[in-house]
């Protein structure tokens, strides 16, 4: 990482994303708060770690069973979809934070060393579709409409804090 711009960038975010999803209260299920609270403490601790592969390495793990709780027991539920996207959010900071161990501070190289066709590297490929799939997810969200309360307001800051951030982890990663 070490960007100072983009560590502030990763801090402020995850902070946004836990005052608003804290502040909107009982609007969001208990799935939806443990996934953008484990969100948060792994972009900051990957932050305060700067590159320590067992901070990113523990961050994954982490993720990657916050996403599985973030969607437990929800069927039918209106937050549903928040969630879901919550879960998406986690999925792809894993795959960042697992990029970060596997490449370490080495950038990643997508092309191969002929430059005529994709590289094998998996981790890399994962994460740039993740986080396409995470940018699409969260513009359409926004393009259909919401009901014009204080809640959903918060939620919609704290949905594009949280994809904020993950870019940002990407983009460091």
């Known amino acids: 990482m070490g960007d100072p711009a983009a560590m ?3 801090v402020a975010s995850a902070i946004i994303t836990v005052a608003c ?26 932050v305060v770690a700067d590159g320590d592969p067992r901070i990113s390495l523990l961050a994954g793990v982490a993720l990657l ?40 501070a080495e950038p990643v190289e997508v092309m191969s ?18 986080v396409a799939l995470l940018l699409a997810w969260t513009v359409a969200d926004r393009l259909r409409p919401h009901p014009q309360r204080a809640a959903a ?4 800051v704290e949905s594009w804090a949280m994809t904020a ?9």
């Open 153 to 156: 307001r918060l939620l919609a």
């Open 113 to 130: 060393a002929h430059g005529a066709h994709l590289g094998t590297d998996a981790v890399a490929v994962a994460a740039t579709v993740g």
């Open 21 to 46: 999803c804290l502040a909107a209260g009982r609007s969001v299920p208990w799935q939806g708060r443990q996934s953008v609270i484990v969100m948060a403490l792994a972009m900051i601790g990957m």
């Open 65 to 104: 069973v916050s996403a599985m709780l973030g969607t437990a027991g929800l069927r039918g539920a209106t937050a549903v979809r928040a969630c879901c996207h919550r879960a998406l959010g986690s999925l792809v900071m894993a795959v960042c934070a697992f990029a970060g161990v596997a490449h370490g």
């Open 8 to 10: 502030t960038l990763m």
């Open 165 to 173: 951030g993950v870019v940002v982890m990407w983009a460091g990663h």
